[in-house]
Structures are given as C-alpha cells and as structure tokens.
C-alpha cells in the first residue's frame, strides 16, 4: 500500500512539495519542542525542597526574534500556498470542457460531442480539461487523489474545476462529501488516456447528439424561441454572439455573460436583467434538469463561437477527429435560431460568421 497516490497531474508535484514542506516544518517543530521540553525538565528541576527559582527578565532581542521567525515561515507558506491556489483555481483558455451532474448516488459525465459517461471519465494526457459541475440534489465533491484536485459540487449553482493529466492510467474518483446512505458507493473512475487512444476511444461508442444540439431542442421545447428569436422586436434579447460578452443590465451594471450568470438568467431571470427588456421572463426553476441547464448553455456557448472556452483542441493532439454523426445537423429544428456551431470542437472553421 503506497504511502501516498501517484502523481498524475500537471500540479501534483507542486501540491506534494508544499505539503511535503507543511509536514517538514511541523516535525522539526514538534521535535525541537518536544526535545526542549524533556531537556529542561531535567536541567531546570528543583533540586531540593527549599529551592526558588530565579527572577526572569523579558530580553527585547529574544521577543523580536522569535516574532520575526515565525512571521517569515507564515509568509513563506502564504506565497507558496496562494500562488499554487491561483494555479489550480484558473483553468488554461484552451481547456477542453467536460460536464459533471452529481447526484445521490452516481457521477453524470457529459462530453461536448455527446458521449455520455457514468462514473466514468475518459481525459487525454496532456490537454487541460475543464470541469463545469451541478448538482442535482444534496453537495457532493469531486474528488481525484491521484490528480491532487477537490471541488464540492453544490446544488444551485455550478463550480468548476480544472486538470492536466500526465500519466495515461486509470484513477480514482470519489465523492468527498457525505451524501446520504450510499455515499461511499459514488465512486468512479478517470481514464487518462494517450491522445491516440483519446482519438480512438471518442470515435467508438455512441456518441449521441452533441449537448449543444441537445440544448437546441431543449430551447424549442421549452419555447425559449419565442421570445429569444432573431425576429425584429422580439420580446427578449437575442442570445447569438452574447457568451462571454459584457452584457448590460437595468440597474447600470454591467456583467460577463458566462455559465453562471446564463444559469441565473434561466432559474431566476428578474435577478440581472439586460439593460431595455421588461421583466416578463417566468422562472424555469425546478422545471429544467441539472442536465438541461448545462446542455442550455451548450447552446447558447455555440451561438458564440469564438467564446467558447475550450472549443479548439491544442494543436498538439493533432487533427481534431469528430465522432461519427457529432457534426451533422441532427440537433437543429426547423423555424429556430440554427446553432451556428453545433460542434464546439470545430468553432475555428465558422468563427468568422457570427460576430456582429
Ligand atoms: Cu455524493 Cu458523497
């Protein structure tokens, strides 16, 4: 039994080295204290009953030392330790992006090109992948030793989390989260894979619709069309080309339209409304799956394409293979906004067309 995971990710040294530090420090501490204690119970006891032990003067030098000293240590660990959150907590602009659905008691894996997993993971080696999660019910975290991530998975609103896996191999993936009765059940697995055997894996299998052409129908169905329709005069702001823009609300503000705030506009739409729209949106809460609202906003990252983070794979991997039948044109539905770019992987070939 290891001591400790493989390092598989592109941070798991840096984590191990800082804890590694962490756990240096606190034993050279816990000795020299330790040591200190014994050493002068023995040299300072008192020797015979009648003994008074000297009168002691605080020394400013010795108070300043042992100030400074630790001051340093704390400070050295600030740095250390907020650099690297920073590096953990900012995914890389070319991150491929995935979709995690917790709930009681399994992990819901949806790929931009449709392929769906069940917790199961499959990730290429050497490609950032981004993580957009929800959850369905209770919190539950995301949870991958080997790759020296953690991110709890809230209902209500989405977290994220990001990771470059180094080592082909397969890996563990738990729920950290005490989620109910079968929670030591919400276990799984992530595949890290060569970019050849990625390739291979996403041209197997079924890969279903993609989740942007998904969210298409879910946008007819739902008759979000009515009202954020490309007609003159339409009712709400038209939603092509708004991802990842600066949107302008009522109140003078202005916001980044990204997941969150499109997952707001969706469950709670009177909370920041765009700037000459009156308030008439009805609330979808409850009545659109965790599912629905990621594969939502799919469809509204496609009408985007030059925003969509993570559409265009590194060129490292090589020429971008599209799962059979992922580019065709099953998602899009008669009389509605076509999405521009139902295949995120492919945003650079259409990016030009839809900027305004
Ligand atoms: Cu989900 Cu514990």
New binding site residues.
């Given amino acids: 039994m290891p001591f400790f995971p493989p390092e598989a990710s592109s941070f798991a040294g840096n984590v191990d080295a800082l804890y590694g530090f962490l756990i240096a420090l606190t034993a050279f501490f816990s000795l020299l204290i330790g040591t200190l204690v014994v050493v002068f119970a023995i040299k300072y006891r008192r020797r015979t009953a009648d003994e008074v032990s000297e009168h002691v003067k605080e020394t400013r030098a010795l108070e300043i030392i042992w100030t400074v000293i630790p001051l340093g240590i704390v400070m050295v660990i600030f740095v250390w330790g907020a650099g690297l959150y920073f590096r953990i907590t900012r995914p890389p602009a070319d991150a491929i992006d995935v979709y995690v659905t ?4 399994m992990w819901k894996i949806q790929h931009a090109d449709g392929h769906r997993e069940m917790n199961e993971l499959h990730v290429p080696v050497g490609q950032a992948v981004r993580l957009t999660m929800a ?1 369905e019910d ?4 995301f949870y991958v030793p080997a790759f020296r991530v953690k991110r709890d ?1 809230v209902p209500g609103r989405f977290s994220t989390m990001w990771f470059e896996a180094t080592r082909p191999g397969k890996y563990h993936l ?7 009765t079968r ?2 059940n ?1 276990i799984g697995w992530i595949y890290a894979l060569t970019p050849s055997d990625y390739q291979a894996w996403l041209a197997g299998g079924t890969p279903g619709e993609t989740l942007a052409s998904a969210g298409a129908k879910l946008f007819v169905q739902q008759a979000c069309n009515t009202c954020h329709g490309e007609q003159k005069g339409a009712r709400g702001p038209s939603l092509t080309g708004i991802f990842g823009r600066q949107v302008h609300l009522q109140n003078g503000q202005t916001i980044i339209a990204d997941e969150s705030y499109i997952r707001e506009s969706i469950t709670n739409p009177q909370a920041k409304l765009v700037a000459g729209y009156p308030p008439i949106m009805p609330t979808f809460q409850g009545l659109i799956s965790e599912e629905g609202l990621l594969q939502l906003i799919a469809y509204v990252k496609s009408l985007s394409p030059n925003a969509s983070e993570g559409g265009a794979p590194a060129p490292a991997a090589g020429p971008s293979v599209a799962a059979p039948g992922a580019a065709g044109p099953g998602g899009t539905i008669p009389g509605t906004p076509v999405p521009r770019n139902a295949q995120p992987r492919k945003a650079s070939d259409t990016g030009k067309e839809s900027q305004p």
């Fill in positions: 917790g709930k009681q008691w959850s209770v919190i539950h975290s998975v738990f729920c950290a989260e005490y989620c109910g929670h030591s919400m």
